[in-house]
């Protein structure tokens, strides 16, 4: 059993909270928060998704399997913005998911793209990595929840930025549509167009959610 009781979280989401492994460089463990366990999730729904198995709220399962869906199925472009999955583990604080641990040259953890754009505006360097994300991502778009600056940091490598997802990674689909070109690009264009709005508004002072310079989850 991994302990993790009494550590600083690294970062935390709605759901989950995300420490640095103590043991294994280069890895984050993340964890169901106290209060939103998968099981109180669940009770939380009106009828009939209360009556859906505990594993469909939980978040660590269903992003364990997803990730590893991504790294499969999708191009090295659209991978080389996703951190890989390396499985489920018991801690202390409950079943936790081990993920690539996003962190600049230096070794700090990456920062928050909403937190990176409210403190420097849309500056050179975070213009060409968010062009090069949307360039990469049209590769061949996945079907993730929309993009959320919030779940994206921002590695630095000497001078140059780079932009990982990573949280709001969806499920795996159940059906092919019918049309798959013509599916994606439409999906890719409300993913894009959501995307920049986000960060526009975060631009004029209008943002919803700015949780910390840490990573979210």
Same mark, same amino acid.
């Given at each position: 059993?991994?302990?993790?009781?009494?550590?600083?979280?690294?970062?935390?989401?709605?759901?989950?909270?995300?420490? +640095? *492994?103590?043991?294994?460089?280069?890895?984050?463990?993340?964890? #169901?928060?106290?209060?939103?366990?998968?099981?109180?999730?669940?009770?939380?729904?009106?009828?009939?998704?209360?009556?859906?198995?505990?594993?469909? &709220?939980?978040?660590?399962? =269903?992003?364990?399997?997803?990730?590893? &869906?991504?790294?499969?199925?999708?191009?090295?472009?659209?991978?080389?913005?996703?951190?890989?999955?390396?499985?489920?583990?018991?801690?202390?604080?409950?079943?936790?998911?081990? %993920?690539?641990?996003?962190? #600049?040259?230096?070794?700090?953890?990456?920062?928050?793209?909403?937190? &990176?754009?409210?403190?420097?505006?849309?500056?050179?360097?975070?213009?060409?990595?968010?062009?090069?994300?949307?360039?990469?991502?049209?590769?061949?778009?996945?079907?993730?929840?929309?993009?959320?600056?919030?779940?994206? =940091?921002?590695?630095?490598?000497? *001078?140059?930025?780079?932009?990982?997802?990573?949280?709001?990674?969806?499920?795996?689909?159940? %059906?092919?549509?019918? #049309?798959?070109?013509?599916?994606?690009?439409?999906?890719?264009?409300? +993913?894009?167009?959501?995307?920049? #709005?986000?960060?526009?508004?975060?631009? *004029?002072?209008?943002?919803?959610?700015?949780? %910390?310079?840490? %990573?979210?989850?």
């Amino acid at each position: 059993m991994l302990l993790l009781e009494g550590r600083k979280p690294i970062g935390f989401g709605g759901n989950r909270l995300c420490f +640095r *492994h103590p043991f294994v460089p280069g890895i984050c463990v993340k964890v #169901d928060r106290p209060d939103r366990t998968p099981k109180l999730r669940r009770a939380s729904k009106a009828f009939p998704k209360n009556f859906l198995p505990v594993t469909h &709220y939980d978040e660590n399962v =269903v992003e364990a399997r997803t990730l590893d &869906y991504l790294h499969r199925a999708f191009p090295a472009p659209i991978r080389a913005h996703i951190p890989k999955s390396f499985g489920l583990l018991i801690t202390d604080l409950g079943t936790g998911h081990l %993920t690539e641990l996003v962190s #600049d040259e230096s070794g700090e953890v990456s920062e928050n793209l909403e937190a &990176y754009i409210s403190g420097n505006g849309v500056d050179e360097a975070i213009s060409a990595a968010i062009e090069e994300f949307k360039r990469n991502w049209s590769e061949r778009t996945p079907r993730t929840r929309n993009l959320l600056p919030h779940n994206f =940091v921002v590695q630095r490598r000497g *001078h140059k930025l780079k932009l990982w997802l990573i949280d709001g990674f969806g499920r795996i689909p159940r %059906t092919v549509a019918l #049309d798959l070109e013509v599916a994606r690009k439409r999906l890719l264009n409300r +993913r894009i167009a959501y995307f920049e #709005d986000r960060i526009n508004r975060i631009q *004029h002072g209008q943002r919803s959610r700015i949780q %910390t310079s840490e %990573t979210s989850f």
